[in-house]
Each structure stands twice: as structure tokens, then as C-alpha cells.
């Protein structure tokens, strides 16, 4: 009796912890709640609550290098083809609306197999899921080297870029996985802006390479042509050499995981880290069931499904003012790396001042819906339209609400935990590419224009302000890591 008295005080104090104000929503969890049995050597009394031991080991800075490798070889793959599009155009023959559905596949593939990657990460772990996916995206990249017979390799492409999207969601959602796992709880948002910004790197990647890769399509008396010069259009400036290259060094990520990429360390960072969580089932559920993670997902998945939906299509958006391509190609290009850059400072600066992360939020919207206002007047002509007006509100705005993903991220976990970080985040990023393929989907509307794209864009952000407003702070996982977690002499830090 004594015994079981014991337990049940421990469950009970974890409850709490977890859930304060909100015991009762715990009590579904109670039975999962439970501390591993290898306690420190001064927690005999029953009376005093139990700690867990915990370490934090050098290598977890190995297994976000290769995770980060890997994230940004799934996003550079997938932006192949359209900052080379019209040297692919040439080469097999494609329409832009060919380049659009291989760009699509991301969309489609994260809505379809989010749920089912999440699934494999709370069930086998992080592990299985990374070799798996990785696997895949070495193995799509390989099928687009097979032939260059137009249409064999056209079909070949399109399943090749199935395949890498296919890895989207752990590529994408798989950082705060990672940072639960491995990092103590004050360098969790940092880690998680770590693998988010490489992915978004890999994505930006090819605008500034695959120019440099692929022959150039030139201009001679209004007729488009591909300079046939030995320089441009030898072996190693086509497509079959881009394709090559990203082949060559997925592989070699893959072989990267595979050789070694552990689940977890041998003791966990945090206590959140050391307590088993809701199994798939009911996580899931009581995910729908919490309000502050629907707060937060509207949030996100409305302006960032919005922005994602955006950006991918600003060449079409400017070209209606004296903007060319490449123009818009690098202004995406440096607003992607500001925001890399950006996103990375803001999730170290969260995880020095943790408890300011709903300030940071409602100050990045404020200044970005300034950014995005005036950019959005100067197209209009509203207010005095210039070049360096667009570019530098672009890649201010850019800069922000990049800056913010890590802090969704992270606070979404905050807020479910003791959901698992594999569940949560699936479904806030599949939630945002909902977003991105609604918005995508509007372009198809005959004679729709492309103003209504940055009223709607602006409208986003000045509609979720207020929803930030409202959104409660609630910490749940780090108070348990807070009061709970007392590191062992030595650990590594």
C-alpha cells in the first residue's frame, strides 16, 4: 500500500506539471505518465519527489548536422526544375504547366503521407523514418538519371520528384523531433531553427546553382534559342549533370544515416524527454481536442500557406512590372537566405528569454504587415512606386516571417505536450500545405489577375494578428523540465 501510495503521488505531481490549471485534461495520460526506473541515488524517500537522471552528449550536434543534411538535400531536390526551367523546357520538351505539377508534388505528397510518417516516427522513431525517407529521395534522384529520352525520362522525373516529396514531412517536421530528443530544454528552439533553416536553404539553393549548371536560353530577334557554344552546352552544364550532382550526394547522405543515426541517447537531455508519451491513437485525438493548438495552426497555416503559395509564384506576380525573372528569382533568393539567417537568431534569442516567445510573435506579425502593406501600395502605385522599394520590403518581409517558423514550432509543442512532438508538428506543417495548395489552386482561375495575391497576402497576416493576441502561453513541457530535471555531475554540455 505504502508503495502504490507512492506512485500515485509521483503521477499525480507529473499531471500537474504537465498541465497546469488543467489536471483534469491529464487524466487520460495518467497511466503513460510514468518516470523510468533508474532514479538518483537520494530520491529513497517517497515523500520527496523523484528526478530523472539525464545527460546531454556532444553528438547530438552530429545527428542535427546529418538530419540538416539531409533536410536540405529533400527541399533542393524538390526545387530542382524551377529555377531551370527553361533550360528543361528545351530539353525535354516540358510546358509550364509540366514545371508547376513537379513543384506540386510537395504539396500533394505532405497532405497524403503526413499523418502516416508521423505515425512511423512515434511508433519505430526518428530513426527508421530518416533512413526510409532518405533512402527514397536518393533513390528519386537516381531514377532521373536513368535516360535522356524525353519521354521516358519525363515520367521517370515526375516519379523521381514523387518519391523526394514523399520525405517532405520528416525533412520539414522532423526538427523538433530531433530537438526534444537530444537537446536540453534551453537550446530545443535553437536546434529546431537549425534543421528548419537548412531545409529552406536546400530550397533556396537552386536559384543561385542551376544557372550555373544548365545550358542558358538566349534571345536573337524575339526567338528563343539555346547557345550552342562548346562552353554552355557541354556535359557538364545540362540537366542530366544537375540531376548527377544532387544523385551523387544524396546517396552519400543516405549512406550518412544509415551507418549511424540513433533514436535517442543512452539517457534523455530533459525529464519531458525521459517520459513515455500518449501512444499514436490517443495523441492524436487529444490533439484535436486542444484549442490552443487550433489557435496556433490557423495562425501558421493561413499566413504561412499563404506566403509558401506566394513566393513560389512571384516571377508571375512581378512580371507585370518591368521586373524580369531573374530579378524576382534573386529577390525570392535573398529573402529565403534573410530569413535562414533571421530564423536562426530569433531561435537562439527564444531560447535565452523562452517565456517571450507570444511578444516575439505579435512583434515579427506587426512589422512584416508593415512590410507587405507598403509593398503591396507601391505595386498599386499608392505610394511611389520604385525597384528598391519592392526589394527591400520583400526581403524585410521575408526576413520575419521566416524568422517565426522555429517559434511555431516550438510553442505548438509547448502547448500539447505530453503529445509527442512527432505528432504535433506533422500536423501544423501539413496543415500549412493545405494552406500553399489552396492558394496554388486559385491561380487556375481564368482571368483572376495577380493583384488579389498580395491583398491576400497582406490581409493574412493583419487577420491573424489578433488570434496571436488571444493565444495563451502555456509551457507545459518546459515547467516539467524546469522543476523536474536535475543534470548529472559531468554531463557534457
Known amino acids: 500500500m505504502h508503495i502504490f501510495s507512492f506512485f500515485m503521488m509521483r503521477d499525480t505531481h507529473l499531471q500537474k506539471a504537465a498541465f497546469p490549471g488543467n489536471y483534469k485534461a491529464a487524466s487520460e ?3 503513460l505518465a510514468v518516470l523510468p526506473d533508474k532514479l538518483n541515488a537520494h530520491d529513497k524517500d517517497p515523500t520527496i519527489s523523484p528526478t530523472v537522471t539525464t545527460e546531454v552528449y556532444i553528438k547530438r550536434w552530429y545527428v542535427l548536422a546529418v538530419f540538416s543534411l539531409f533536410a536540405s538535400i529533400q527541399g533542393g531536390v524538390w526545387n530542382t526544375w524551377g529555377p531551370i526551367a527553361s533550360a528543361s523546357e528545351d530539353a525535354f520538351g516540358w510546358t509550364d504547366s509540366t514545371i508547376a505539377l513537379l513543384s506540386n508534388w510537395g504539396a500533394i505528397a505532405y497532405i497524403i503521407f503526413a499523418f502516416p510518417l508521423s505515425w512511423l516516427i512515434v511508433v519505430k522513431g526518428i530513426r527508421w523514418a530518416c533512413v526510409s525517407m532518405s533512402f527514397l529521395v536518393a533513390l528519386g534522384t537516381g531514377l532521373r538519371c536513368i535516360t535522356d529520352n524525353p519521354i521516358t525520362a519525363t515520367w521517370l522525373i515526375h516519379i523521381g520528384q514523387f518519391l523526394n516529396a514523399v520525405g517532405g514531412p520528416v525533412a520539414y517536421g522532423g526538427s523538433p523531433v530531433i530537438s526534444a530528443e537530444w537537446f536540453p530544454p534551453h537550446q530545443r528552439t535553437t536546434a529546431t531553427a537549425i534543421g ?10 537552386p536559384f543561385l546553382l542551376g544557372p550555373y549548371l544548365v545550358p542558358e536560353r538566349k534571345i536573337m530577334n524575339s526567338t528563343y534559342f539555346i547557345d550552342s557554344s562548346p562552353e554552355l552546352n557541354n556535359s557538364t552544364e545540362s540537366p542530366t549533370f544537375f540531376n548527377l ?3 551523387g550526394v544524396s546517396v552519400f547522405c543516405f549512406l550518412l544515416v544509415l551507418i549511424y543515426f540513433p533514436n535517442k541517447p543512452p539517457l534523455p537531455p530533459s525529464t519531458s524527454a525521459a517520459l513515455e508519451r500518449p501512444e499514436f491513437s490517443s495523441g492524436f485525438k487529444s490533439l484535436v481536442r486542444n484549442v490552443t493548438f487550433w489557435q496556433i495552426s490557423v495562425v501558421y497555416g493561413v499566413s504561412f500557406g499563404i506566403y509558401g503559395g506566394w513566393i513560389s509564384v512571384l516571377d508571375v506576380n512581378l512580371k507585370g512590372h518591368n521586373i524580369s525573372e531573374t530579378e524576382a ?5 535573398y529573402a529565403t537566405l534573410a530569413g535562414s539567417c533571421s530564423a536562426l537568431f530569433v531561435g537562439r534569442l527564444a531560447d535565452i528569454f523562452f517565456h517571450h516567445m507570444k511578444k516575439y510573435l505579435i512583434t515579427i506579425y506587426i512589422l512584416a504587415g508593415i512590410s507587405f502593406a507598403v509593398f503591396t501600395l507601391a505595386l498599386f502605385e499608392i505610394i511611389p512606386f520604385s525597384s528598391g522599394i519592392l526589394y527591400t520590403t520583400l526581403i524585410l518581409g521575408g526576413l520575419l516571417l521566416t524568422a517565426a517558423i522555429p517559434l511555431f514550432n516550438e510553442i505548438c509543442c509547448e502547448a500539447t505536450y505530453p503529445i509527442s512532438e512527432g505528432i504535433t508538428n506533422f500536423a501544423l506543417t501539413m496543415i500549412n500545405n493545405v494552406g500553399i495548395l489552396v492558394f496554388l489552386l486559385i491561380q487556375m482561375i481564368p482571368n483572376i489577375g495577380t493583384m488579389w495575391q498580395n491583398w491576400c497576402l497582406l490581409g493574412s497576416i493583419v ?16 515547467e516539467v523540465d524546469e ?5 548529472t555531475a559531468g554531463a557534457l554540455t
Open 329 to 333: 528569382g534573386w529577390s525570392g533568393f
Open 463 to 478: 487577420l491573424c494578428l489578433p488570434v496571436l493576441l488571444f493565444l495563451r502561453d502555456r509551457f507545459n513541457r518546459l
Open 483 to 487: 522543476e523536474r530535471t536535475k543534470p
Open 29 to 31: 495520460f495518467a497511466h
Open 196 to 205: 528548419i533553416t537548412f531545409n529552406n536553404l536546400g530550397v533556396a539553393a
Open 245 to 247: 550532382t544532387a544523385c
